[in-house]
C-alpha cells in the first residue's frame, strides 16, 4: 500500500502572497522557509528548519513514490520546485505524487479554506486561529524604523517555535480531513493534473504594452479629474472623490444615494440630467474602468521570464468550472485592439492625442488587456471557443428534438460566400427560437426580434422568470414591461415541452432520493441519476462525474418565484394589514383575499457556499438549479475532455476562459480547423450531443 506523507510549511516574504501569486513568490529572493512539517500516515509529526540536512523521510518519499498531500497543494509543490529545491538541495516529487485536499473539498461543493472545511465536516482537529495570526504576522517583514532601517523579520525564538507548532497543528487537521473526504475518480485527477500543468506553464505578457498601457491610464485619469474639477467648478478634485461628486450633484439639485456604476447610469438614463451633471457623471463612469487594477496585477504575478502563472483555480465553481485568479481574465472586457492601434499606443501615451485619434483613452486602454497576453517567440496561441454550449446540453439533456435538429442543421456548412461568410443549412437560433415561440415565418424575425430570442434563450434555460429575463435583457440593451417579460417567458416554454419537463423529472428524481437513501434514482433516458450517501446527495452525470450536496433533507421552503393564492380573511382593510401591496383583490361575498407571495413547495434542501457571499448557507434545490448544475457541470466535462485530447495533440494548454480553451503550439503546428475538430471530439458518453466550436489563430489574446 502506497505511503503517504502529509505536508504543510510556513514561508515569509517581502511579495505580496495575495497578489503576486506561488509562482512569482516563490522565485522571489527574498522568500524564505519558516519550516516544514511533515507526517508519514498516522506517525507523529516531524520538523525541519532551514540549516537541517534536507530530512530522510523527504528523500525517501520522492525516491519511492509515496503520495504527498497538502492542503492547496499547488503552493507546496510550488514552494518545493522553485525555493526548496534550488536553495536546499530537496529532490522534487513527480506531479503525479501530489494529492490536494482542498481541490477534494472543492468536488464535494466544500468550503475550499482548512478552517472552514474543517467544521463543516466535522472534524475534531480544528485549526489553530491564534496561531494564524502568528503566522500572518510573521509571513511578512517588520515595518522598518530609525534605528532599524534594514529588513528585519519576527525570528524570535519562542515566535519560531509558536509558528512550529501552529504548523503541526495545520498537518494533523490535514490529516484529519483528509480521511473524510471522497478521492477524485482517476478521470477527475487527470483534470486535476491537467490543471496543474497549465497553472505551471502559464502565459507570456507583453511587458512593453502593460507598461505603455499603465502610463496612457494615468495620462487619462489625470486629464479626466481636470476636466472634473473644471465641472464642478473646483468641487471635484478627482473622479475617486465619491463624497464629494454626491455633495456636487446635491447642490446641482440632483439627490443621489450613491455614484455606483448603477446609480450613474440611471442617471445619465435620465432625460432631464442637465448637461454639465450629464458630462460630470460621463466622466465618472469613464474613470471608473477597472483596467488599471488589471495591469498592475499583471505587474505583480509576472515572472522573471515574463510569464504570468497560477491564473486558473481548479473546481472554482461547485459544477467543477474553473474560476479565475490573480489577473483574472475571466472577466477581460471583449474588446480587442487591432494590431495598428496596439502599435500607435506603444509609441504614444499621451492621453489627449489617444483621445483625438483613437477616442476615449481608457476604453482603449480596456481594449488592450487582452492583446497583453501574447505567445513565446516561435509559437502562436490556437483557441477555440464552443459555440452555446450550453444551450446545446441543455437541449441534449432534455430531449428538446425540434432543437436539436436545428443546432446540427445550423452547423451544417453548405458553401461560403465571396467575402469568406459561412453559408448554412439551418436559421441562426436566436431567430428560430423567437419564431417558434411565436409561431412566426423566421422571416419576420428583424435584428430588435432576434435580441429579444437571445435574451430568452440565454435566460429561461433554467427555470428563469420575469426576473431572470429583465436581469439579462439589460446586458443586451433589451428593454420591455414586465407583462410583456411575462408573455415571452410562457411562449419560450410553450415551445420547449421537453425542457420544462425535465425541469419537472430533475425535481422529482431529487425528492425521490433524499426520501429514499442508498437508492439511486436515474431519470431523462439514465443520463442523470440521484442517490444520498455518506450525508450528500449525489448528482451523477453523464460523463459518470458526481456532484456533492452536503445534509440533504426534504422540507416546505419558499421557492424563487410567486404564486397567486386565495386566503381567508375577514375584510377588505385586515386583508391590506396582513398582505400590503401583495394583495390582488378581495372577494366580500367568500371573504378571502387573492394575494401573490413566494410560492411553498415540498423542496430538497441543502448546505453549500452561496454563489454570492460564499458563507456556507443552506439552498434549496428546484427543478431549474438541478438543471443549471447538470448543464453546466456536463459542458465542463465536454470541454475538459477537449482539452486533454488537445494536449494529446501537441496543443499545449495555457489557458482557460468560460468556454474557451487557450493553447500554446510551435508555429506551423496543426491548424485551427484541426483544433476545432479535436475540441468537438467527443467521448462515447456524450453521443448525440451536437457541438461545435469557432477558432483562431495569432501572436495575441483576443475575442
Known sequence: MTRILHLDFETRSTVDLRKSGVYRYAEDATTDVWCACFAVDEEPVEVWTPGQPVPDTWVRACAEGWEVHAHNAQFERVIVTRLLAPRYGWPVPRLDQWH?????????????????????????????????????????????????????????????????????????????????????????????????????????????????????????????????????????????????????????????????????????????????????????????????????????????????????????????????????????????????????????????????????????VASLLRPCLIAAEGHDLVAADYSNIEGRVTAWLAGETWKLQAFRDYDTITGYTPDGKAERKGLDLYVLAYARSFSLDPAEVDDQKRQVGKVMELSMGFQGGVGAFQNMAANYGVKVPDEEADRLKRAWRDAHPAVVQMWRDLEAAALEAVRNPGAVIRCLRGRIAFRVKGGFLWMVLPSGRPLAYASPKVEWTEMPWTEETWVPCETEGEAFFLYGAALLEYDADRRRALVEQPAMKEAVTFWGQDSKTRKWSKQKGYGGLWTENAVQATARDVMTNGMRQAEDAGYPVVLTVHDEVVTEPPEGHGSVQEFEAIMCNLPAWAAGLPVAAAGWRGKRYRK
Open 100 to 364: 490536494c485536499t482542498a481541490a477534494m473539498a472543492a468536488a464535494m461543493a466544500i468550503p475550499r479554506s482548512l478552517e472552514e472545511a474543517l467544521r463543516v465536516m466535522g472534524v475534531p482537529v480544528q485549526k489553530d486561529m491564534e496561531g494564524y495570526r502568528l503566522m500572518m504576522q510573521m509571513a511578512r517583514p517588520r515595518k522598518p524604523t530609525k534605528d532599524h532601517p534594514g529588513l528585519r523579520w519576527w525570528d524570535e525564538p519562542a515566535k519560531v517555535e509558536r509558528l512550529i507548532a501552529y504548523c503541526k497543528v495545520d498537518v494533523e487537521g490535514e490529516r484529519a480531513l483528509g480521511l473524510r473526504l471522497r478521492r477524485l475518480s482517476p478521470e477527475e485527477r487527470a483534470v486535476y493534473l491537467h490543471d496543474q500543468l497549465i497553472n505551471d506553464r502559464g502565459i507570456k505578457l507583453d511587458l512593453g504594452l502593460v507598461h505603455a498601457a499603465r502610463e496612457l491610464t494615468a495620462n487619462a485619469q489625470a486629464m479626466l479629474n481636470k476636466e472634473l474639477e473644471e465641472a464642478t467648478s473646483g468641487w471635484v478634485a478627482a473622479a475617486t472623490k465619491a463624497k464629494d461628486l454626491t455633495a456636487w450633484l446635491a447642490a446641482e439639485g440632483i439627490e443621489a444615494d450613491s455614484v455606483a456604476k448603477a446609480a450613474v447610469r440611471s442617471m445619465l438614463a435620465d432625460p432631464d440630467t442637465p448637461a454639465v451633471v450629464r458630462r460630470a457623471l460621463e466622466v465618472r463612469q469613464e474613470a471608473a474602468k477597472s483596467s488599471t487594477a488589471k495591469l498592475s496585477a499583471m505587474l505583480h504575478a509576472v515572472c522573471a521570464d515574463e510569464r504570468v502563472r497560477g491564473l486558473l483555480l481548479y473546481h472554482g465553481a461547485g459544477t467543477g468550472r474553473w474560476a479565475g485568479k490573480l489577473v483574472q481574465p475571466q472577466n477581460f472586457p471583449r474588446a480587442s485592439a487591432k494590431e495598428d492601434v496596439i502599435q500607435f499606443i506603444l509609441q504614444c501615451a499621451d492621453a489627449a492625442l489617444v483621445s483625438m485619434m483613437l477616442g476615449a483613452p481608457l476604453a482603449i
